[in-house]
């Protein structure tokens, strides 16, 4: 009769290795987003410049924002995180407050280019602005276009003359 043969077995060695490889791999294949197509590439960058802060506010771009980073960029805002909060809450889930390009062109103030972007309270009828907004493509400064007085405003002076958190504490959230 024969007796089969009790050598070492390599499996525990290669399928370790293997783990190992594949552990290197999914790590580098998370850490490094080119393997995401342009559009979630965009989006990743856009969310990374947003979390990253400086003690002064948001942190400069390295390279000139796209209209999906300038609208990431924009949405970051405290003021329009409540807004949207408050439409949603106030409308039982069936309204959302969004950001939306009010025009694809970018435009130029004081010799900068700017995305132009509306916040707006998105109804099943219409949209309703609540807020219109400049991001700046080269560096990401925020300006608030101050339609009534044809004027743009700094993020510090908007929010010392309009109180935009404000706008919440009322009944309604309309505007």
């Known amino acids: 009769m024969h007796t089969p043969s ?10 370790g290795t293997t783990l ?3 552990a290197a791999a999914l790590g580098a294949w998370f850490l490094y987003p080119q393997h995401l197509g342009p559009a979630q590439a965009d989006k990743a960058a856009a969310a990374s ?28 805002l405290p003021e329009l995180q409540a807004w949207a909060k408050h439409i949603e809450q106030s409308s039982g889930g069936k ?24 916040f707006v309270e998105n109804r099943p009828d219409a949209a309703v602005t609540w807020g219109r907004f400049l991001v700046g493509a080269a ?19 908007w929010r010392s003359e309009q109180q935009p958190m404000q706008r919440t504490a009322g009944a309604t959230g309309r505007p």
Do not use: C, W
Request: cysteine-free; charged content about 25%; overall charge positive.
């Open 49 to 76: 410049a947003v979390r990253q802060t400086t003690p002064k506010g948001p942190a400069v771009p390295a390279s000139p924002l796209n209209r999906e980073q300038a609208e990431a960029r924009l949405m970051a």
């Open 95 to 118: 309204v959302h407050g969004a950001v939306v390009a009010f025009d694809a062109g970018l435009r130029d103030v004081g010799g900068k280019r700017y995305h132009q972007l509306d």
């Open 6 to 15: 009790r050598r070492p077995s390599r499996f525990p060695a290669v399928a």
């Open 139 to 157: 560096d990401g400064e925020i300006l608030v276009d101050d339609a009534e007085r044809g004027t743009t405003l700094t993020l510090q002076r």
């Open 20 to 22: 190992g490889l594949l």
